[in-house]
Protein backbone atom coordinates (compact mmCIF):
# COMPACT_ATOMS: atom_id res chain seq x y z
CA UNK A 1 0.00 0.00 0.00
CA UNK A 2 1.42 3.06 -1.33
CA UNK A 3 1.38 5.86 1.80
CA UNK A 4 0.17 9.59 0.65
CA UNK A 5 2.13 12.58 2.49
CA UNK A 6 -0.25 15.19 2.35
CA UNK A 7 2.29 18.53 2.16
CA UNK A 8 3.40 21.48 0.09
CA UNK A 9 7.35 22.79 -0.53
CA UNK A 10 7.83 25.13 2.00
CA UNK A 11 6.61 23.21 5.00
CA UNK A 12 9.53 21.87 7.20
CA UNK A 13 7.42 20.18 9.26
CA UNK A 14 6.06 17.89 6.15
CA UNK A 15 9.90 17.62 4.85
CA UNK A 16 10.76 16.18 8.02
CA UNK A 17 8.71 13.15 7.23
CA UNK A 18 9.63 13.26 2.91
CA UNK A 19 12.91 13.13 3.82
CA UNK A 20 12.27 10.21 6.27
CA UNK A 21 10.44 8.30 3.34
CA UNK A 22 13.23 9.20 1.02
CA UNK A 23 16.05 8.16 3.28
CA UNK A 24 14.02 4.93 3.52
CA UNK A 25 13.69 4.43 0.19
CA UNK A 26 9.76 4.05 0.63
CA UNK A 27 7.83 4.63 -2.40
CA UNK A 28 5.40 7.32 -1.80
CA UNK A 29 2.63 9.98 -3.31
CA UNK A 30 2.79 13.17 -2.53
CA UNK A 31 -0.57 15.04 -1.89
CA UNK A 32 -0.18 18.99 -2.64
CA UNK A 33 -2.36 21.17 -0.26
CA UNK A 34 -2.37 24.71 -1.21
CA UNK A 35 -1.56 26.30 2.41
CA UNK A 36 -1.43 29.71 0.56
CA UNK A 37 -4.79 29.70 -0.68
CA UNK A 38 -5.79 28.13 2.75
CA UNK A 39 -6.73 24.52 2.17
CA UNK A 40 -5.47 23.47 5.59
CA UNK A 41 -7.87 25.55 6.82
CA UNK A 42 -10.76 24.46 4.94
CA UNK A 43 -13.66 22.21 6.36
CA UNK A 44 -12.29 19.21 3.53
CA UNK A 45 -8.76 19.46 4.84
CA UNK A 46 -10.50 19.63 8.08
CA UNK A 47 -12.36 16.79 8.19
CA UNK A 48 -9.18 14.76 7.51
CA UNK A 49 -6.94 16.57 10.31
CA UNK A 50 -9.04 18.49 12.67
CA UNK A 51 -6.51 20.27 14.09
CA UNK A 52 -6.03 21.64 10.19
CA UNK A 53 -2.47 20.82 10.29
CA UNK A 54 0.48 19.56 7.66
CA UNK A 55 1.60 16.99 7.09
CA UNK A 56 -0.94 14.41 6.89
CA UNK A 57 0.11 11.00 6.74
CA UNK A 58 -2.28 8.13 4.62
CA UNK A 59 -1.44 4.54 4.62
CA UNK A 60 -4.56 1.99 4.13
CA UNK A 61 -7.26 3.35 6.30
CA UNK A 62 -4.20 4.98 8.82
CA UNK A 63 -4.22 8.67 9.41
CA UNK A 64 -1.60 9.84 11.52
CA UNK A 65 -0.84 13.57 11.92
CA UNK A 66 2.15 15.13 13.77
CA UNK A 67 5.80 14.68 12.12
CA UNK A 68 6.86 13.34 15.67
CA UNK A 69 4.23 10.57 15.55
CA UNK A 70 4.41 9.85 11.75
CA UNK A 71 8.27 9.60 11.79
CA UNK A 72 8.28 7.28 14.36
CA UNK A 73 5.53 5.11 12.48
CA UNK A 74 8.13 4.95 9.65
CA UNK A 75 10.97 3.75 11.68
CA UNK A 76 9.23 1.15 13.20
CA UNK A 77 7.28 0.19 9.83
CA UNK A 78 10.91 -0.20 7.95
CA UNK A 79 13.33 -0.66 10.38
CA UNK A 80 15.25 2.18 9.57
CA UNK A 81 16.66 5.59 11.46
CA UNK A 82 14.41 4.28 15.00
CA UNK A 83 15.95 2.99 18.22
CA UNK A 84 16.67 -0.74 18.51
CA UNK A 85 15.23 -0.77 22.17
CA UNK A 86 13.45 0.96 24.97
CA UNK A 87 16.38 3.37 25.85
CA UNK A 88 16.99 4.18 22.43
CA UNK A 89 13.90 5.16 21.21
CA UNK A 90 13.24 7.76 24.82
CA UNK A 91 16.96 9.15 23.64
CA UNK A 92 15.39 9.85 20.07
CA UNK A 93 11.79 11.06 21.32
CA UNK A 94 13.62 13.50 23.51
CA UNK A 95 14.86 15.25 20.39
CA UNK A 96 11.92 15.28 18.74
CA UNK A 97 10.11 16.87 21.37
CA UNK A 98 12.70 19.57 22.24
CA UNK A 99 12.41 19.89 18.53
CA UNK A 100 8.64 20.39 18.30
CA UNK A 101 8.60 22.70 21.49
CA UNK A 102 11.96 24.62 21.01
CA UNK A 103 13.78 24.69 17.24
CA UNK A 104 11.07 23.80 14.62
CA UNK A 105 8.47 24.85 17.20
CA UNK A 106 10.11 28.50 16.24
CA UNK A 107 11.82 28.11 13.29
CA UNK A 108 8.62 27.22 11.47
CA UNK A 109 6.98 30.39 13.03
CA UNK A 110 9.29 33.20 12.23
CA UNK A 111 10.67 31.76 8.65
CA UNK A 112 6.82 31.93 7.84
CA UNK A 113 6.74 36.14 9.78
CA UNK A 114 9.67 37.04 8.13
CA UNK A 115 8.90 35.54 4.34
CA UNK A 116 5.76 34.73 3.97
CA UNK A 117 3.10 37.24 6.00
CA UNK A 118 2.71 40.61 4.11
CA UNK A 119 4.27 43.40 4.79
CA UNK A 120 1.56 44.94 7.17
CA UNK A 121 1.89 42.52 9.01
CA UNK A 122 4.89 42.10 10.26
CA UNK A 123 6.02 42.94 13.21
CA UNK A 124 9.69 43.93 14.54
CA UNK A 125 9.41 43.22 18.13
CA UNK A 126 7.77 40.07 17.13
CA UNK A 127 10.97 38.91 14.53
CA UNK A 128 13.33 40.40 17.14
CA UNK A 129 11.86 37.74 20.03
CA UNK A 130 11.36 34.69 17.79
CA UNK A 131 14.80 35.05 16.46
CA UNK A 132 16.13 35.73 19.97
CA UNK A 133 14.15 31.99 21.28
CA UNK A 134 15.54 30.07 17.48
CA UNK A 135 19.48 31.00 18.41
CA UNK A 136 18.86 30.22 22.05
CA UNK A 137 17.90 26.40 20.60
CA UNK A 138 20.06 26.23 18.04
CA UNK A 139 22.82 27.17 20.77
CA UNK A 140 21.79 24.18 23.08
CA UNK A 141 22.24 22.08 19.35
CA UNK A 142 25.53 23.39 18.50
CA UNK A 143 27.08 22.70 22.11
CA UNK A 144 25.52 18.90 21.49
CA UNK A 145 26.86 18.27 18.37
CA UNK A 146 30.12 19.72 19.38
CA UNK A 147 30.42 15.80 21.39
CA UNK A 148 28.40 14.25 18.73
CA UNK A 149 27.71 13.68 14.90
CA UNK A 150 24.53 12.50 15.16
CA UNK A 151 21.99 14.00 17.48
CA UNK A 152 20.51 10.78 19.39
CA UNK A 153 22.21 7.99 18.67
CA UNK A 154 25.65 7.07 17.48
CA UNK A 155 23.98 6.98 13.73
CA UNK A 156 21.30 8.63 11.66
CA UNK A 157 18.01 8.78 13.07
CA UNK A 158 14.51 10.19 13.01
CA UNK A 159 15.52 12.61 15.70
CA UNK A 160 18.19 14.29 13.22
CA UNK A 161 15.88 14.41 10.30
CA UNK A 162 13.13 16.29 12.98
CA UNK A 163 15.32 18.84 13.85
CA UNK A 164 16.57 19.87 10.59
CA UNK A 165 13.12 20.34 9.28
CA UNK A 166 13.72 23.77 8.97
CA UNK A 167 17.15 24.28 8.64
CA UNK A 168 18.01 23.30 4.18
CA UNK A 169 15.82 26.13 3.79
CA UNK A 170 17.10 29.32 1.83
CA UNK A 171 14.96 32.00 2.72
CA UNK A 172 16.67 34.28 5.36
CA UNK A 173 15.23 33.56 9.39
CA UNK A 174 18.58 34.51 10.93
CA UNK A 175 19.32 30.99 10.91
CA UNK A 176 23.28 31.32 10.08
CA UNK A 177 25.04 28.16 9.34
CA UNK A 178 28.26 29.83 9.28
CA UNK A 179 28.64 31.08 13.03
CA UNK A 180 27.19 27.52 14.34
CA UNK A 181 30.19 25.02 12.74
CA UNK A 182 29.00 21.86 14.36
CA UNK A 183 25.14 22.34 12.87
CA UNK A 184 26.46 22.94 9.35
CA UNK A 185 28.79 20.36 9.41
CA UNK A 186 26.09 17.82 11.06
CA UNK A 187 23.94 19.46 7.85
CA UNK A 188 26.68 18.63 5.45
CA UNK A 189 26.30 14.92 6.52
CA UNK A 190 22.82 14.43 6.54
CA UNK A 191 23.06 15.93 2.48
CA UNK A 192 25.85 13.25 2.11
CA UNK A 193 22.90 10.43 3.16
CA UNK A 194 22.21 8.18 0.27
CA UNK A 195 18.98 9.58 -1.49
CA UNK A 196 19.12 12.78 0.06
CA UNK A 197 16.87 15.69 -1.37
CA UNK A 198 16.09 19.08 -0.56
CA UNK A 199 12.57 20.22 -0.01
CA UNK A 200 11.59 21.76 -3.00
CA UNK A 201 12.76 19.09 -4.74
CA UNK A 202 11.02 16.60 -2.41
CA UNK A 203 7.36 18.00 -2.62
CA UNK A 204 5.63 19.85 -4.60
CA UNK A 205 5.25 24.30 -4.88
CA UNK A 206 7.50 26.24 -3.89
CA UNK A 207 7.81 30.38 -3.37
CA UNK A 208 8.57 30.64 -7.04
CA UNK A 209 5.22 29.70 -7.42
CA UNK A 210 3.85 32.51 -6.28
CA UNK A 211 6.39 35.24 -7.40
CA UNK A 212 4.77 37.93 -9.67
CA UNK A 213 5.72 36.23 -12.48
CA UNK A 214 4.88 32.65 -11.55
CA UNK A 215 1.85 30.29 -11.99
CA UNK A 216 -0.20 30.36 -9.19
CA UNK A 217 -0.17 33.36 -8.07
CA UNK B 1 13.50 3.53 44.65
CA UNK B 2 12.01 6.75 45.29
CA UNK B 3 12.38 9.07 42.26
CA UNK B 4 13.03 12.76 42.23
CA UNK B 5 11.57 15.82 40.41
CA UNK B 6 13.64 18.85 40.10
CA UNK B 7 10.89 21.57 39.93
CA UNK B 8 9.68 24.57 40.99
CA UNK B 9 6.09 25.43 41.81
CA UNK B 10 5.92 28.10 38.55
CA UNK B 11 6.90 25.32 36.05
CA UNK B 12 3.70 24.20 34.35
CA UNK B 13 6.09 21.83 32.42
CA UNK B 14 6.72 20.19 35.99
CA UNK B 15 3.40 20.23 37.12
CA UNK B 16 2.60 17.59 34.45
CA UNK B 17 5.03 14.96 35.95
CA UNK B 18 4.26 16.23 39.49
CA UNK B 19 0.39 15.98 39.03
CA UNK B 20 0.99 12.54 36.91
CA UNK B 21 3.04 11.19 39.75
CA UNK B 22 0.68 12.37 42.62
CA UNK B 23 -2.66 11.13 40.53
CA UNK B 24 -0.58 7.99 40.59
CA UNK B 25 0.03 7.57 43.84
CA UNK B 26 3.69 7.13 43.24
CA UNK B 27 6.27 8.03 46.51
CA UNK B 28 8.53 11.01 45.15
CA UNK B 29 10.52 13.59 46.36
CA UNK B 30 10.97 17.70 44.83
CA UNK B 31 14.04 18.35 44.38
CA UNK B 32 13.57 22.88 44.54
CA UNK B 33 15.67 24.44 41.23
CA UNK B 34 15.56 28.17 42.07
CA UNK B 35 15.14 28.65 38.34
CA UNK B 36 14.78 32.39 39.33
CA UNK B 37 17.82 32.80 40.38
CA UNK B 38 19.41 31.24 37.77
CA UNK B 39 19.97 27.52 38.88
CA UNK B 40 18.87 26.25 35.80
CA UNK B 41 21.41 27.83 33.85
CA UNK B 42 24.25 27.36 36.43
CA UNK B 43 27.01 24.37 35.35
CA UNK B 44 26.02 22.43 38.39
CA UNK B 45 22.52 21.92 36.82
CA UNK B 46 23.49 21.69 33.49
CA UNK B 47 25.44 18.83 34.07
CA UNK B 48 22.78 17.13 35.12
CA UNK B 49 20.51 18.72 32.19
CA UNK B 50 22.81 20.17 29.19
CA UNK B 51 19.41 22.04 27.64
CA UNK B 52 19.34 23.80 31.24
CA UNK B 53 15.28 22.96 31.18
CA UNK B 54 13.23 21.37 33.59
CA UNK B 55 12.05 19.11 34.89
CA UNK B 56 14.46 16.36 35.47
CA UNK B 57 13.06 12.88 36.48
CA UNK B 58 15.81 10.93 38.48
CA UNK B 59 15.52 7.33 39.34
CA UNK B 60 17.84 4.87 40.12
CA UNK B 61 20.61 5.87 37.43
CA UNK B 62 18.45 7.12 35.40
CA UNK B 63 18.06 10.49 34.06
CA UNK B 64 15.46 11.40 32.18
CA UNK B 65 14.06 14.97 30.68
CA UNK B 66 11.64 16.62 28.71
CA UNK B 67 8.07 16.01 30.33
CA UNK B 68 6.48 13.86 27.36
CA UNK B 69 9.55 11.38 27.76
CA UNK B 70 8.85 11.42 31.57
CA UNK B 71 4.88 10.59 31.43
CA UNK B 72 5.38 7.70 29.26
CA UNK B 73 7.83 6.53 31.10
CA UNK B 74 6.08 6.86 34.65
CA UNK B 75 2.99 5.55 32.50
CA UNK B 76 4.76 2.58 31.64
CA UNK B 77 6.10 1.94 34.95
CA UNK B 78 2.81 2.89 36.62
CA UNK B 79 0.39 1.05 34.63
CA UNK B 80 -1.56 3.78 34.55
CA UNK B 81 -2.73 6.71 32.62
CA UNK B 82 -1.22 5.48 29.81
CA UNK B 83 -2.04 3.54 26.25
CA UNK B 84 -3.12 -0.13 26.30
CA UNK B 85 -1.80 -0.98 23.08
CA UNK B 86 0.29 0.59 20.22
CA UNK B 87 -2.49 2.64 18.31
CA UNK B 88 -3.46 4.29 22.21
CA UNK B 89 0.32 5.40 22.70
CA UNK B 90 -0.06 6.85 19.25
CA UNK B 91 -2.80 9.11 20.07
CA UNK B 92 -1.44 10.05 23.28
CA UNK B 93 1.45 11.26 21.75
CA UNK B 94 -0.02 12.86 19.25
CA UNK B 95 -1.69 15.22 21.70
CA UNK B 96 1.42 15.44 23.70
CA UNK B 97 3.36 16.85 20.69
CA UNK B 98 0.96 19.40 19.95
CA UNK B 99 0.66 20.17 23.91
CA UNK B 100 4.80 21.41 23.23
CA UNK B 101 4.60 22.20 19.76
CA UNK B 102 0.98 24.64 20.14
CA UNK B 103 0.26 24.69 23.83
CA UNK B 104 2.38 24.82 26.62
CA UNK B 105 4.86 25.70 23.95
CA UNK B 106 3.28 28.94 24.14
CA UNK B 107 1.05 29.24 27.46
CA UNK B 108 4.62 28.78 29.18
CA UNK B 109 6.28 31.35 27.49
CA UNK B 110 3.67 34.11 27.71
CA UNK B 111 2.95 33.39 31.11
CA UNK B 112 6.20 33.96 32.12
CA UNK B 113 6.46 37.25 30.02
CA UNK B 114 3.43 38.51 31.42
CA UNK B 115 4.12 38.53 34.61
CA UNK B 116 7.31 37.69 35.87
CA UNK B 117 9.36 39.38 33.12
CA UNK B 118 10.84 43.13 34.82
CA UNK B 119 8.34 45.30 33.35
CA UNK B 120 11.23 46.97 31.12
CA UNK B 121 11.45 43.54 29.16
CA UNK B 122 7.53 43.37 28.37
CA UNK B 123 6.94 44.14 24.78
CA UNK B 124 3.62 44.77 24.25
CA UNK B 125 3.54 43.62 20.62
CA UNK B 126 4.81 40.16 21.85
CA UNK B 127 2.40 39.86 23.96
CA UNK B 128 -0.47 40.11 21.39
CA UNK B 129 1.41 37.51 18.98
CA UNK B 130 2.16 35.18 21.88
CA UNK B 131 -2.00 35.73 23.04
CA UNK B 132 -2.75 35.03 19.40
CA UNK B 133 -1.32 32.08 19.45
CA UNK B 134 -1.89 30.71 22.28
CA UNK B 135 -5.50 30.97 22.04
CA UNK B 136 -5.51 29.79 18.08
CA UNK B 137 -4.27 26.31 20.22
CA UNK B 138 -6.79 26.58 22.74
CA UNK B 139 -10.16 26.89 20.15
CA UNK B 140 -8.62 23.70 19.14
CA UNK B 141 -8.31 22.29 22.29
CA UNK B 142 -11.64 23.54 23.07
CA UNK B 143 -13.36 22.04 19.73
CA UNK B 144 -11.67 18.38 20.36
CA UNK B 145 -13.13 18.43 23.38
CA UNK B 146 -16.67 19.18 22.46
CA UNK B 147 -17.14 15.59 21.69
CA UNK B 148 -14.86 14.13 24.01
CA UNK B 149 -14.72 14.44 27.84
CA UNK B 150 -10.99 13.39 27.73
CA UNK B 151 -8.24 14.00 25.33
CA UNK B 152 -6.74 11.31 24.00
CA UNK B 153 -9.01 8.23 25.38
CA UNK B 154 -12.40 7.74 26.70
CA UNK B 155 -11.07 7.87 30.26
CA UNK B 156 -7.95 10.23 31.76
CA UNK B 157 -4.28 10.01 30.46
CA UNK B 158 -0.86 11.59 30.42
CA UNK B 159 -2.35 13.42 27.21
CA UNK B 160 -5.05 15.52 29.48
CA UNK B 161 -1.95 15.69 32.11
CA UNK B 162 0.34 17.40 29.48
CA UNK B 163 -2.31 19.60 28.20
CA UNK B 164 -3.03 21.16 31.20
CA UNK B 165 0.23 21.29 32.39
CA UNK B 166 -0.26 25.33 32.35
CA UNK B 167 -3.89 26.18 32.80
CA UNK B 168 -4.31 25.77 36.74
CA UNK B 169 -2.10 28.42 37.29
CA UNK B 170 -3.69 31.73 38.83
CA UNK B 171 -1.50 34.54 37.18
CA UNK B 172 -3.32 36.03 33.98
CA UNK B 173 -2.13 34.76 30.77
CA UNK B 174 -5.28 35.97 28.08
CA UNK B 175 -6.28 31.96 29.04
CA UNK B 176 -9.99 33.12 30.10
CA UNK B 177 -11.50 29.68 31.22
CA UNK B 178 -14.80 31.35 30.78
CA UNK B 179 -15.32 31.56 27.40
CA UNK B 180 -14.06 27.77 26.50
CA UNK B 181 -16.69 26.31 28.56
CA UNK B 182 -15.86 22.76 27.03
CA UNK B 183 -12.33 23.48 28.29
CA UNK B 184 -13.29 24.85 31.84
CA UNK B 185 -15.59 21.45 32.47
CA UNK B 186 -12.60 18.66 31.45
CA UNK B 187 -10.32 20.96 33.84
CA UNK B 188 -13.21 20.40 36.51
CA UNK B 189 -13.14 16.94 35.47
CA UNK B 190 -9.36 16.85 36.16
CA UNK B 191 -9.81 18.41 39.75
CA UNK B 192 -12.13 15.65 40.83
CA UNK B 193 -9.92 13.08 39.91
CA UNK B 194 -8.81 10.88 43.47
CA UNK B 195 -5.84 13.11 44.93
CA UNK B 196 -5.45 15.98 42.22
CA UNK B 197 -3.77 19.22 43.65
CA UNK B 198 -3.10 22.10 42.50
CA UNK B 199 0.45 23.14 41.36
CA UNK B 200 1.43 25.32 44.05
CA UNK B 201 0.41 23.00 46.79
CA UNK B 202 2.80 20.10 44.55
CA UNK B 203 6.13 21.81 44.00
CA UNK B 204 7.94 24.00 46.14
CA UNK B 205 8.00 27.81 45.16
CA UNK B 206 5.38 30.03 44.22
CA UNK B 207 5.01 33.52 43.41
CA UNK B 208 4.40 34.90 46.82
CA UNK B 209 8.22 33.56 47.51
CA UNK B 210 9.10 36.39 45.76
CA UNK B 211 6.89 39.31 46.49
CA UNK B 212 8.27 42.28 48.08
CA UNK B 213 7.56 40.73 51.22
CA UNK B 214 8.52 37.78 50.91
CA UNK B 215 11.41 35.11 51.94
CA UNK B 216 13.41 34.80 48.66
CA UNK B 217 13.25 38.37 47.68
Chains 1, 2 share one sequence.
Not at 51 to 65: A, F, H, R, S, W
Not at 70 to 95: P, Q, V, Y
Not at 117 to 145: C, G, I, T, W
Request: with cysteine; glycine share 8%; net charge negative.
Amino acid sequence: MKPKLYCFGESGNAYKVALTLQLSEVDWDPVFVDFFHGESRSDAFRQLNPMGEIPVYVVGDKVLTQSGVILRHIARETGKFGGTNHDEDEEILRWILFDNHKLSGVAGTHRFNRNFLPKSRKNKDVNSFLSMRLNSALKQLERHLEQNDWIALGRPTIADFSCCGYLFYPEPFDFDCKALPNIDRWLTRIEALPHWKHPYDLMPGNPSDRSPGGQND
